[in-house]
């Protein structure tokens, strides 16, 4: 098993900048795939990006060019930085590793308003 907690998120305006991370409670370096999902109120829970244990990355287009996604197998833990952020980015976002079974973090909530 592995257990994973989210930190960093918070109230940042329009345009604005957050850096989410994910701390596992083990190695990371056999987990195939982790990344970030995240759920807006009243919505279905969607992928945001994912990355592989050899660094290939996923984005949904709508967050191209603004979130970049990394893993450090050495600190066991998974960042998502989210750049020009949007009123439609608000939602909670959750860590996501696929090991076996699909495992999640508690989520943290990121609100982009003025």
């Known amino acids: 098993q592995v257990q994973l907690v989210e930190s960093g998120g918070g109230l940042v305006q329009p345009g604005g900048s957050l850096r989410l991370s994910c701390a596992a409670s083990r190695s990371i370096a056999s987990i195939y795939v982790m990344g970030w999902y995240r759920q807006a109120l009243g919505k279905q829970r969607e992928s945001v990006a994912t990355?592989?244990?050899?660094?290939?990355?996923y984005y949904r287009d709508s967050v191209k060019g603004r979130f970049t996604i990394s893993r450090d197998n050495a600190k066991n833990t998974v960042t998502l930085q989210m750049n020009s952020l949007k009123p439609e980015d608000t939602a909670v976002y959750y860590c996501?590793?696929?090991?076996?079974?699909?495992?999640w973090g508690q989520g943290t909530q990121v609100t982009v308003s003025s």
């Open positions: 996501y590793a696929a090991w076996g079974s699909d495992y």
């Open positions: 990355i592989t244990s050899g660094g290939s990355t």
